[in-house]
Each structure stands twice: as structure tokens, then as C-alpha cells.
């Protein structure tokens, strides 16, 4: 069975092709537009989107190797998302479903980043046998879960403000780096000293405020942002510029750190012992430092997708439908494909 993926729901355009359950490609082509503006423009990701589906797709299928004739089902982003960004894919997939008379099997971005833990040879024979916890943290996402071996979760604790990628993106901007700064941070971080100074650690053990942490999964990343602003503000500019490393490592140790005691809090109350990790932040090194130490430490098995299946791709969004459609869990071509802007369905 061959299935297209497509994924548009920020400012990645990709596309990628599953092959009886083994990603034959996975294009991906970020756009560069939005570096000037330290953000997400959602009009010009939409008009990217636009721009670039034809050359991905096309991309796509050639390096798998077969024709558009040969695919079977077409499976697209249906949210949550940039709603402009969402609708350029969803509605592009939508033509090409129809001109092939193929299906289309819509896919909830955030679903489909929980169980890219496990794209590896072949999803199937891989899919989680397992309740397992989930940790999904990107640009716009911080979600903690137990999902069950019947790909249905719950959600238990998620951001009450910021999402962890937005608190590396944002405190990277005031540092003055380009966005995303999540990735520049993590190099920086990589020759910093992370206990130079000690940022805030909203609803956790090392909190200063908070009381009942204990039973409280959910995050917030938004006092960290007001601290390294006054961090910034109380400083002279030379003394910023010469603690970069220090000031990223610690900005890096405070998000991480906030991340994985909740995670393998989750893990313990729950008594389960398998954890994935997922979305933009799940490349961070520290963070996969840290979950790698303290899962082995509780003899817990940590799944985390490789770093092209961290950020936004299309793998995981064929992958999902994949599973899906295996376990018939999807009727093809009998479902609602309206794009939505939030992570409702959960
Ligand atoms: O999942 P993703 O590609 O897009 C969304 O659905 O949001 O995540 C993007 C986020 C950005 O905030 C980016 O700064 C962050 O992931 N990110 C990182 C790293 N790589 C990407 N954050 C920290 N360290 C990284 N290495
Ligand atoms: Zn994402």
C-alpha cells in the first residue's frame, strides 16, 4: 500500500511517501520568509504553502520511486494549525484525492506527532503494544498523555500558557537570536554552565510558589519568559553578550528540566513504563539527555523520533493514517474533512 502524506500546518511544506509501512521519502522544505519577522507570518506560511505543495509532492513521489497513479491513499493535516496554512494543504490533498480518485484520510497534526516515537522500518510492527505516556512539545503544543494501546488517550496535564518550543523561540529573540531559537539555543547551551543562573520552574518541586505540584501535570513556561527579560533588562549588554552559553544553558536546564520531572511523574503515578517524547523540542539534546538518564534510571523505555521526524514532517502524518486504516479505525472517504485550528478532538 502506498500513502502520501502531506503536512503543512506551520511553515514546514512536506510531503512524504509510506510504502507498505516504511517511509520511502520524506521531503521537507522550511520556510526561510518568516527569519526576518522572528515569527510565523501566517499569511506569507499560507502563500509559501501555496507556492511550494507542487514541487514537494512531486519531490516526494520521485524519490519513492513510483507515479501519482501508483498511490493508494492520500493522507493530509487536517489541524490544528495555521487555519490558512492547514486549508493550503488540506485543500491541495482534497484536488488530488479527487483528480486520482483516490481517498483522503484527514490526520490531527498533534496525534500524529504522539506516535512518531515509533516511525522506524515498518510503524506497523512497531506500533506501541503498550499504554504508554506521551510528551509533545513543539512551537505551539505542550502535551502530556497516556494513550492506549487502542491509539485512543487522555490528556493530563498540557501548557496553561506558553508552549515549551515557544518559551526556547521566545527567550531566543530577547537573546537576540533568529527564529526558531530553539535550535541555537541547544548549540549554544552545549558549551554553557547550566547552573550560572537559576531561571523559574513554574508548578514543580523546584518552584518557589508553587504548593501542590505534586498532582499537577500541566506547565507554564510564561514566567520563565518575564524572568530572562528582567534577566536581560538588569544586565549590561557586554555581560549578556559574553554569558551567552551560560545564560542559554540555564534558559535550556529550567525548560528541560521542568519537562522531564513531569513526564516520569506521569509515568510513576500512572505505573507505566514506557515514555515517548515527540515534536520540535523533542530534538533538543538536553532534553533528550535528560529523559535518556532519568528513564533508564527507573528502568522506563524511552521512545524519541530522530530528528527529522521531531520537527513537522509528512512521515508521521502518512504513518498515523497508516495505523489508522490498519487497525480500522478510519473508513476511507467517510469522514469529515473540515480543517480545524485547535487540538479539540481528544
Ligand atoms: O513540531 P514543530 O516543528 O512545529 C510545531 O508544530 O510547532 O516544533 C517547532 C518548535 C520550535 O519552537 C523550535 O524552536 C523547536 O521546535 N525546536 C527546538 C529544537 N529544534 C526545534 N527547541 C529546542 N531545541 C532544539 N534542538
Ligand atoms: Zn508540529
Known amino acids: 500500500m502506498n500513502i502520501l502524506g502531506i503536512e503543512t500546518s506551520c511553515d514546514e511544506t512536506s510531503a512524504a511517501v509510506l510504502q507498505n509501512g516504511r517511509v520511502t521519502s520524506n521531503i521537507i522544505s522550511s520556510q526561510l520568509v518568516h527569519k526576518t519577522y522572528g515569527g510565523v507570518v501566517p499569511e506569507l506560511a499560507s502563500r509559501e504553502h501555496e507556492r511550494l505543495i507542487v514541487s514537494v509532492v512531486d519531490a516526494a513521489v520521485n524519490e519513492a520511486n513510483i507515479q501519482k497513479n501508483d498511490l493508494d491513499i492520500i493522507a493530509a493535516t487536517?489541524?490544528?494549525?495555521l487555519i490558512g496554512a492547514v486549508m493550503a494543504g488540506l485543500c491541495f490533498a482534497q484536488g488530488l484525492a479527487y483528480s486520482l480518485r483516490k481517498p483522503l484520510v484527514p490526520v490531527n497534526h498533534i496525534e500524529a506527532h504522539i506516535f512518531s516515537g515509533f516511525i522506524q522500518d515498518d510503524p506497523r510492527h512497531k506500533a506501541p503494544k503498550e499504554r504508554f505516556i506521551s510528551l509533545t512539545v513543539s512551537g505551539g503544543h505542550t502535551i502530556l498523555c497516556a494513550v492506549?494501546?487502542?491509539?485512543?488517550?487522555?490528556?493530563?496535564?498540557?501548557?496553561?500558557?506558553?508552549?515549551?518550543?515557544?518559551?526556547?523561540?521566545?527567550?531566543?529573540?530577547?537573546?537576540?537570536?533568529d527564529y526558531p531559537a530553539g535550535p541555537a539555543i541547544d548549540r549554544?547551551?552545549?558549551?554553557?554552565?547550566?547552573?550560572?543562573?537559576?531561571?523559574?520552574?513554574?508548578?514543580?518541586?523546584?518552584?518557589?510558589?508553587?504548593?501542590?505540584?505534586?498532582?499537577?501535570?500541566d506547565f507554564s513556561f510564561s514566567g520563565l519568559k518575564t524572568s530572562v527579560l528582567n534577566y536581560i533588562k538588569k544586565h549590561e549588554p557586554a555581560f549578556i553578550e559574553q554569558h551567552m552559553h551560560d545564560i542559554a544553558a540555564s534558559?535550556?536546564?529550567?525548560?528541560?528540566?521542568?519537562?522531564?520531572?513531569?513526564?516520569?511523574?506521569?509515568?510513576?503515578?500512572?505505573?507505566l513504563n514506557a515514555i515517548s517524547v515527540t515534536g520540535g523540542v523533542s530534538a533538543n539534546s538536553g532534553l533528550r539527555e535528560k529523559m535518556e538518564d532519568a528513564c533508564s534510571r527507573q528502568g522506563i523505555r524511552l521512545f524519541i523520533p530522530k530528528a527529522?521526524?521531531?520537527?513537522?514532517?509528512?512521515?508521521?502524518?502518512?504513518?498515523?493514517?497508516?495505523?489508522?486504516?490498519?487497525?480500522?479505525?478510519?473508513?476511507?472517504?467517510?469522514?469529515?474533512?473540515?480543517?480545524?485550528?485547535?487540538?479539540?478532538?481528544?
Open 78 to 81: 487536517a489541524g490544528p494549525g
Open 308 to 346: 527529522a521526524y521531531s520537527t513537522d514532517n509528512a512521515a508521521m502524518i502518512a504513518t498515523l493514517a497508516d495505523l489508522k486504516l490498519s487497525r480500522g479505525l478510519v473508513t476511507p472517504n467517510n469522514y469529515d474533512v473540515a480543517p480545524f485550528a485547535s487540538f479539540r478532538y481528544c
Open 148 to 177: 492506549n494501546t487502542d491509539l485512543t488517550y487522555t490528556i493530563i496535564g498540557r501548557t496553561i500558557d506558553d508552549a515549551a518550543g515557544e518559551a526556547f523561540d521566545k527567550t531566543g529573540k530577547m537573546l537576540g537570536l
Open 251 to 271: 534558559i535550556q536546564d529550567a525548560i528541560t528540566s521542568v519537562l522531564v520531572e513531569k513526564t516520569l511523574a506521569a509515568a510513576m503515578k500512572f505505573n
Open 188 to 217: 549554544l547551551a552545549a558549551e554553557g554552565n547550566p547552573e550560572f543562573h537559576e531561571f523559574p520552574r513554574a508548578l514543580t518541586s523546584r518552584s518557589r510558589t508553587s504548593k501542590n505540584y505534586r498532582d499537577n501535570f
